[in-house]
Each structure stands twice: as structure tokens, then as C-alpha cells.
T-cell receptor, first 110, second 114 residues
């Protein structure tokens, strides 16, 4: 079974704070993804990584950065959190053509 | 530009009847399609997928149909059960791009009425 874990289920942060969301996988998957999910907008890809230290922008990268120093760990960074970044953040890995998701982090920025 | 569209935001179906969820796409390069189910405060879980070389794939109560000429796919759930109440997302990819990047629809909230 593929296991994807995310560091927090719920987070409350203040505007302007730097926020780190971590994702860890327990298998040797190369591709990892960060999405946000908002009502009526579906899942939108923020960044993805296909190898250590490799990253590519997704559809909505503005306001975010990522880090992948080790294969099993992919971090999403909000450099200066804003209220419009309040959302559900989902990490995924791909195994073949199928992506498997972590449980999500619900982030509230006040 | 929404390349994958789910035009019904919500759907209510009686328990035991068939649920049909629809999805349209515009990008003719998409050749692999997936359906995910999502409960509140959880990550999406993979349900079923279909390659463009097929027009139907079945797994238990779930069947996905693909009409390439119409750029349309549908998910049939029969019989519908209360535990099927969730948000369903369809997703599409171009499998030969190598990055396994998915494009998701906006989701349909399915409610099964007991």
C-alpha cells in the first residue's frame, strides 16, 4: 500500500507568517505533487517534483515555493502567508499513471 | 481555460439506483483518465481509471465509459449506497509526457438518499 503522510491536518497562521507544509512518502516514488483544493475550483496543481532537487511549476505557483532535498520528502513553503491562501493542501505521489494522495492539511490564514 | 469540466456541481440519487457522473474534456492529447472520490477533510482516493485505447472499464459497482469522439467520460455507480456520498473528481493526463501530471475537473458532490 502506498502511504503518503502530511505533517499537519489543521493549521492556523497569521498573515505574513512563513508556513511550511511537509509531505513524506514511504516508497521510492520519484514524482511528488502539491495541490490546493477550493470549493468550485477542484484540485489545482501548485508545484511538482520528479526527482531530488528538481521542481517544476504547476498551474498556480505564485506565492509558493518548494523544496525536495531527499527523495521521500517534499515541502511546500508559503513565504508570506496571505488570507487568499486559506485552503486545503494536498500532497500526492504517482505510481504509474495513478496518483495517491495524503490526508490533506487544512490551512487557515487569519 | 478549464480543460476538464464537470458541469454538474451536485447530484442526488436514491439508494439502490444508478448514479451517473459526467465529465468532458477539451484537450485531445489526454489519453488516460481517472476518477477520484473525496470525503470532507480527507485526501482523494483513487477509484477507477481508463486508457484511451478502451471505451469501458469495470470494477465491481463502478464502471467508467469513455467516448473519445465526444471527449466525454462518465462514471456509473450501481447500485448506489449511502457510503458513496462524497465529492467525485475526474482527472486526465497525457501519459507520454513522462511527468504524470493530472488535470482535474471541479468535482461533483454526490448525495445518496436512503
Amino acid at each position: 500500500d502506498v502511504k503518503v503522510t502530511q505533517s499537519s491536518r489543521y493549521l492556523v497562521k497569521r498573515t505574513g507568517e512563513k508556513v511550511f507544509l511537509e509531505c513524506v512518502q514511504d516508497m521510492d516514488h520519484e514524482n511528488m505533487f502539491w495541490y490546493r483544493q477550493d470549493p468550485g475550483l477542484g484540485l489545482r496543481l501548485i508545484y511538482f517534483s520528479y526527482d531530488v532537487k528538481m521542481k517544476e511549476k504547476g498551474d498556480i505557483p505564485e506565492g509558493y515555493s518548494v523544496s525536495r532535498e531527499k527523495k521521500e520528502r517534499f515541502s511546500l513553503i508559503l513565504e508570506s502567508a496571505s488570507t487568499n491562501q486559506t485552503s486545503m493542501y494536498l500532497c500526492a505521489i504517482s505510481s504509474g499513471e495513478t496518483q495517491y494522495f495524503g490526508p490533506g492539511t487544512r490551512l487557515l490564514v487569519l | 481555460d478549464q480543460q476538464v469540466k464537470q458541469n454538474s456541481p451536485s447530484l442526488s440519487v436514491q439508494e439502490g439506483r444508478i448514479s451517473i457522473l459526467n465529465c468532458d474534456y477539451t484537450n485531445s492529447m489526454f489519453d488516460y483518465f481517472l476518477w477520484y472520490k473525496k470525503y470532507p477533510a480527507e485526501g482523494p482516493t483513487f477509484l477507477i481509471s481508463i486508457s484511451s485505447i478502451k471505451d469501458k472499464n469495470e470494477d465491481g459497482r463502478f464502471t467508467v465509459f469513455l467516448n473519445k469522439s465526444a471527449k466525454h467520460l462518465s462514471l456509473h455507480i450501481v447500485p448506489s449506497q449511502p457510503g458513496d456520498s462524497a465529492v467525485y473528481f475526474c482527472a486526465a493526463m497525457t501519459s507520454n509526457f513522462g511527468n504524470e501530471k493530472l488535470t482535474f475537473g471541479t468535482g461533483t458532490r454526490l448525495t445518496i438518499i436512503p
